[in-house]
Structure formats: structure tokens, C-alpha cells
């Protein structure tokens, strides 16, 4: 920069110069950090300062500055028609410590904006304003996994603000959502259940439970033929079995095993309450002691229990060995009523209607079983019962009211039994399960949890299985000799 003086009066012009540079560096010191700068214009001889923080080095202690957005945009000021949304921009360090706006060297960011600048609806045609839907963003989600909820605002809206939801014709917009519905994550533990049948086991107990009230005592000519066939497979199967015979009415027999009676042709040597695969001449045997316990014994009660009996003949067993250690049970029902005549229903008869207690429910005696010989114990019943209202009719035609059977025919369900028609001309193929009993030997088995997730179950081929809670099923009933193993999960 050249300098340029008049001569005259050279003295007195340097003089004011000099005082007014000194009077400008005092003042540059104490309202701006950076170093001292100027200019001198070259007409006027006038110095000109400089920008507070114009340098990079100032401040440079906390820096670098930069613009944040401290929040979203807020709520239009106006549903339609135009309005503004203001939102928060600071100057922050890196230290997420605010400073004044001058600290920041950019262009700072807009802190509002317009927004719903579409014409509100009949602003040129009418007079009336149509209010709007006016929503604001989603608040944060109440979980971060398994399904919550969020909300948000929803106004119904004119220019001039707020008025009541009832003025807004279209259907308001939701104010809340679902949100975060993904799984949480689940600690499990690893388990592994593996059984094997025993193969050794050959061994059947059944026990015959024979509805002797008045209303069979015309069935009872009946009853042995029909079970004729039955009697003669027993004879023919390789299985070690042993039978009892019982009756329903359980307030004269309380679930004693009958002796069963002998023939003109058949004496028994052995113990009588049983008769088994050694015993010969079993159809007469049947015959007669059908035979005998309508005609001799006299018919019981019209209190007919067969599933008490059963459970009764259980309690009953050190006393009259009915039942072996290792041997599968088959129970056979035979009636033409149901427990306790109707099954505790007064549906078909208000007058033989009698109260079930807990020794008539099938649960019970499956209960029984398993607290007797444990859970493992094979177990299967068959009921030879009225099972529909043709079946009913026709036993009615025979002088006694009849009723379906449906505790007994749960009972069969509850075991994997099966079901037979009392009114039926022979009892043989309801029967012929249970040499399929012997040879299919488990039929579920019980995990220690529901599992969670998909269970892995390695079983032989043939087989198939269902899990239904904590219980596996097999279908059919794994045979002796079988091994199945389950790996599954459990929550901790």
C-alpha cells in the first residue's frame, strides 16, 4: 500500500492519523480474539475492521463448531391454507456443548419452514372452511422387542386451530400402531429323551366287567355266543394271559372278581377268580358262568358302575391276584347302560338320573393305574356299549330302558381303546385288538416341557407321532424292541 500526503500541513494530518490507528487497536483488543488486522482506504485514509472469529485460529480450544438439528420438525401451524413448523438448530462442539450462533463459520440451517400450503377446500368457492386431519409423528415404541405399542397426535383442525374431532367428516387417523413385534430373544436349555420297549414283556391281563341288571338279563342267552369267537382266539394266540370276571354293580360285588364256574366236562383245578391260556373248554366255561350269575346270583342293582368296578378291582389286587407285574391291562365293558345308568344326564330319564362322583370318570381310573403299577403301565379298554339311538331303540324293544354309553366309550378313547355295538351279532372284531395291544407296547411318552421350537424325533420307519403340549404320541403304539429318542428345547 503506497501512502500519499499533501504537503501542507504533512504534521498535523500524521498526528490525527496515529491517534485514531492507536484508538482502533485498543478496541480490536478487547471485543475480538483474532490478531489485530486492517485496511486502509486509499480516498479516504479510514481503517475498516474486521468480522469477529473471521481467522481459523480462533477459538480453536473447543472446536471444530458445527450446526446441529436439536429436533424434529413440530406440528404445522395450520391444517391447510399455509402455516410454519419450527424446529431447534444449535452450534455444537464435539463435546455436544452448545455455543453462540457466531461460533459456527457455515450458513446456519433453517429453523422453520412452511408447511400445508395446499388451499384449504372452498376457499374459493364458499365461505365455510372444511376442517382437516392434522397428525403428528409417532412417539418412541413402549418395547424394544415382543410387540408394543405407539402413539402420536391427531387433531382435527381449521386455520385458526384446533376444533372438536366431530367436525372432521373422514375417518380419523389411527393414534396408536403396533410397533416392534419381532421375537425377543429366548435362553433355552437342550434335552434329550430317549426310551426303549421292552421286548421281553408278553404278558395280558383283562379283566371282564359284565352289566348284570335286569335290563341285560334277555342279553344274557346272547352273550356268550356272541363272545364265542373272542374265547376261541384267546386259545390260539401265543400270548401268557390271565382273566377276571366282574360285575357293575358294585354296592353286592365291590369289584370282587366271580368265580368263574365249572362244567359238566371241565372241572377247574386251578384258582377259579382266574382262568388263563392253560384253561381248556373255555366257551362252556363262559356259558355257564353267564349263566350262572343271572340266573344264580340274581340280577344286581340298576346301579351300574364299570368304571368303579375296574378302578374297586385295582384296590383289590394283593387280595385276588388279578393283575401281574409286567403284564399289559385290558379292561371289557359290557352294557347296555351307562355309568350309573345315564351317565349322570337326565337327558333321557329325570327319574334314574343319579350324581357321578370321582370313582365314575375315566381320568380317575387311568390315575389309578398309573399310581398302582406306575406310568409306564400298557393299558387299553374296549366297551361294548349302546353306542347310537338305532342301538337304543332296539334294546328298548326289549322290555328295559336303555342308555348310550358314553362314559364307557370315553373311557375306550382315553386309552386307546375301541368301541363296539352291544347290539351287534358277534363281539370277536371289536375284540381282536387286543393281541395288538401285546404286540405295540408304548403308545406316548411325556417330556419334561413343551417344547419350544421343533422337536427332533428319530423313530423307526412305519412310525409316525404327533406332540400335543408336553406329550408325544405314537402311532401305532411302538412294538417291543423299539428305541426312540425326542432332542427338544426348553425355556430357561
Same mark, same amino acid.
Given at each position: 500500500?503506497?501512502?500519499?500526503?499533501?504537503?501542507?500541513?504533512?504534521?498535523?494530518?500524521?498526528?490525527?492519523?496515529?491517534?485514531?490507528?492507536?484508538?482502533?487497536?485498543?478496541?480490536?483488543?478487547?471485543?475480538?480474539?483474532?490478531?489485530?488486522?486492517?485496511?486502509?482506504?486509499?480516498?479516504?485514509?479510514?481503517?475498516?475492521?474486521?468480522?469477529?472469529?473471521?481467522?481459523?485460529?480462533?477459538?480453536?480450544?473447543?472446536?471444530?463448531?458445527?450446526?446441529?438439528?436439536?429436533?424434529?420438525?413440530?406440528?404445522?401451524?395450520?391444517?391447510?391454507?399455509?402455516?410454519?413448523?419450527?424446529?431447534? @438448530?444449535?452450534?455444537?462442539?464435539?463435546?455436544?456443548?452448545?455455543?453462540?450462533? #457466531?461460533?459456527?463459520?457455515?450458513?446456519?440451517?433453517?429453523?422453520?419452514?412452511?408447511?400445508? =400450503?395446499?388451499?384449504?377446500?372452498?376457499?374459493?368457492?364458499?365461505?365455510?372452511? %372444511?376442517?382437516?386431519?392434522?397428525?403428528?409423528?409417532?412417539?418412541?415404541?413402549?418395547?424394544?422387542?415382543?410387540?408394543?405399542?405407539?402413539? &402420536?397426535?391427531?387433531?382435527? &383442525?381449521?386455520?385458526?386451530?384446533?376444533?372438536?374431532?366431530?367436525?372432521?367428516?373422514?375417518?380419523?387417523?389411527?393414534?396408536?400402531?403396533?410397533?416392534?413385534?419381532?421375537?425377543?430373544? @429366548?435362553?433355552?436349555?437342550?434335552?434329550?429323551?430317549?426310551?426303549?420297549?421292552?421286548?421281553?414283556?408278553?404278558?395280558?391281563?383283562?379283566?371282564?366287567? %359284565?352289566?348284570?341288571?335286569?335290563?341285560?338279563?334277555?342279553?344274557?342267552?346272547?352273550?356268550?355266543?356272541?363272545?364265542?369267537?373272542?374265547?376261541?382266539?384267546?386259545?390260539?394266540?401265543?400270548?401268557?394271559?390271565?382273566?377276571?370276571?366282574?360285575?357293575?354293580?358294585?354296592?353286592?360285588? *365291590?369289584?370282587?372278581?366271580?368265580?368263574?364256574?365249572?362244567?359238566?366236562?371241565?372241572?377247574?383245578?386251578?384258582?377259579?377268580?382266574?382262568?388263563?391260556?392253560?384253561?381248556?373248554?373255555?366257551?362252556?366255561?363262559?356259558?355257564?358262568?353267564?349263566?350262572?350269575?343271572?340266573?344264580?346270583?340274581?340280577?344286581?342293582?340298576?346301579?351300574?358302575?364299570?368304571?368303579?368296578?375296574? %378302578?374297586?378291582?385295582?384296590?383289590?389286587?394283593?387280595?385276588?391276584?388279578?393283575?401281574? =407285574?409286567?403284564?399289559?391291562?385290558?379292561?371289557?365293558? @359290557?352294557?347296555?347302560?351307562?355309568?350309573?345308568?345315564?351317565?349322570?344326564?337326565?337327558?333321557?330319564?329325570?327319574?334314574?338320573?343319579?350324581?357321578?362322583?370321582?370313582?365314575?370318570?375315566?381320568?380317575?381310573?387311568?390315575?389309578?393305574?398309573?399310581?398302582?403299577?406306575?406310568?409306564?403301565?400298557?393299558?387299553?379298554?374296549?366297551?361294548?356299549?349302546?353306542?347310537?339311538?338305532?342301538? &337304543?331303540?332296539?334294546?328298548?324293544? *326289549?322290555?328295559?330302558?336303555?342308555?348310550?354309553?358314553?362314559?364307557?366309550?370315553?373311557?375306550?378313547?382315553?386309552?386307546?381303546?375301541?368301541?363296539?355295538?352291544?347290539?351287534?351279532?358277534?363281539?370277536?372284531?371289536?375284540?381282536?385288538?387286543?393281541?395288538?395291544?401285546?404286540?405295540?407296547?408304548?403308545?406316548?411318552?411325556?417330556? *419334561?416341557?413343551?417344547?419350544?421350537?421343533?422337536? #427332533?424325533?428319530?423313530?423307526?420307519?412305519?412310525?409316525?407321532?404327533? @406332540?400335543?403340549?408336553?406329550?408325544?404320541?405314537?402311532?401305532?403304539?411302538?412294538?417291543?424292541?423299539?428305541?426312540?429318542?425326542?432332542?427338544?428345547?426348553?425355556?430357561?
Amino acid at each position: 500500500m503506497i501512502w500519499k500526503f499533501k504537503k501542507k500541513n504533512l504534521n498535523s494530518e500524521l498526528s490525527i492519523l496515529k491517534f485514531n490507528l492507536a484508538s482502533y487497536v485498543f478496541l480490536s483488543l478487547i471485543i475480538s480474539c483474532s490478531p489485530v488486522k486492517f485496511t486502509v482506504d486509499d480516498s479516504e485514509k479510514k481503517t475498516v475492521p474486521p468480522s469477529p472469529c473471521e481467522t481459523s485460529t480462533c477459538n480453536t480450544e473447543e472446536g471444530p463448531y458445527a450446526w446441529r438439528v436439536g429436533s424434529d420438525w413440530g406440528m404445522c401451524s395450520q391444517a391447510c391454507g399455509g402455516g410454519t413448523q419450527d424446529r431447534a @438448530i444449535y452450534c455444537m462442539n464435539p463435546k455436544d456443548q452448545k455455543f453462540p450462533d #457466531n461460533y459456527c463459520a457455515e450458513n446456519k440451517p433453517a429453523t422453520s419452514q412452511s408447511c400445508n =400450503t395446499n388451499k384449504c377446500p372452498g376457499d374459493t368457492t364458499t365461505t365455510v372452511e %372444511i376442517p382437516v386431519w392434522n397428525y403428528g409423528n409417532w412417539n418412541a415404541c413402549s418395547v424394544t422387542c415382543g410387540g408394543g405399542a405407539q402413539s &402420536r397426535i391427531v387433531e382435527c &383442525r381449521k386455520k385458526s386451530g384446533v376444533v372438536a374431532d366431530t367436525e372432521c367428516t373422514d375417518q380419523k387417523p389411527a393414534l396408536s400402531q403396533e410397533c416392534n413385534t419381532q421375537a425377543c430373544p @429366548i435362553n433355552t436349555i437342550s434335552k434329550t429323551k430317549s426310551v426303549t420297549v421292552p421286548s421281553d414283556e408278553n404278558k395280558l391281563d383283562i379283566l371282564l366287567v %359284565i352289566d348284570d341288571s335286569s335290563s341285560m338279563e334277555a342279553d344274557s342267552a346272547k352273550l356268550a355266543s356272541r363272545m364265542s369267537t373272542f374265547v376261541n382266539q384267546l386259545q390260539n394266540v401265543n400270548v401268557d394271559w390271565r382273566m377276571c370276571i366282574t360285575s357293575s354293580d358294585t354296592y353286592f360285588y *365291590e369289584g370282587r372278581p366271580i368265580q368263574w364256574s365249572k362244567t359238566s366236562t371241565r372241572y377247574l383245578s386251578k384258582d377259579t377268580k382266574t382262568i388263563d391260556n392253560e384253561s381248556g373248554q373255555l366257551n362252556s366255561i363262559f356259558q355257564q358262568t353267564v349263566w350262572d350269575i343271572f340266573h344264580i346270583n340274581g340280577t344286581g342293582s340298576n346301579d351300574e358302575r364299570g368304571v368303579r368296578a375296574a %378302578i374297586l378291582s385295582l384296590l383289590l389286587n394283593p387280595t385276588y391276584p388279578c393283575y401281574r =407285574t409286567g403284564a399289559a391291562i385290558a379292561v371289557i365293558v @359290557i352294557s347296555d347302560e351307562d355309568e350309573r345308568s345315564t351317565g349322570g344326564s337326565s337327558a333321557y330319564s329325570s327319574t334314574q338320573v343319579k350324581q357321578l362322583t370321582i370313582e365314575d370318570f375315566p381320568a380317575t381310573y387311568v390315575n389309578y393305574v398309573k399310581a398302582t403299577f406306575g406310568a409306564n403301565k400298557r393299558m387299553a379298554t374296549n366297551a361294548i356299549v349302546v353306542k347310537d339311538e338305532t342301538c &337304543r331303540q332296539q334294546q328298548n324293544a *326289549e322290555g328295559s330302558p336303555s342308555f348310550i354309553g358314553t362314559k364307557y366309550i370315553e373311557l375306550a378313547n382315553y386309552t386307546n381303546g375301541t368301541t363296539g355295538s352291544i347290539c351287534d351279532n358277534n363281539y370277536s372284531s371289536n375284540l381282536s385288538y387286543f393281541k395288538e395291544a401285546i404286540l405295540h407296547n408304548l403308545s406316548s411318552v411325556e417330556l *419334561e416341557c413343551i417344547p419350544y421350537g421343533a422337536a #427332533n424325533v428319530s423313530i423307526p420307519n412305519g412310525y409316525t407321532y404327533t @406332540i400335543t403340549g408336553k406329550e408325544v404320541t405314537f402311532t401305532p403304539a411302538l412294538s417291543g424292541g423299539t428305541t426312540v429318542t425326542i432332542n427338544y428345547q426348553c425355556k430357561e
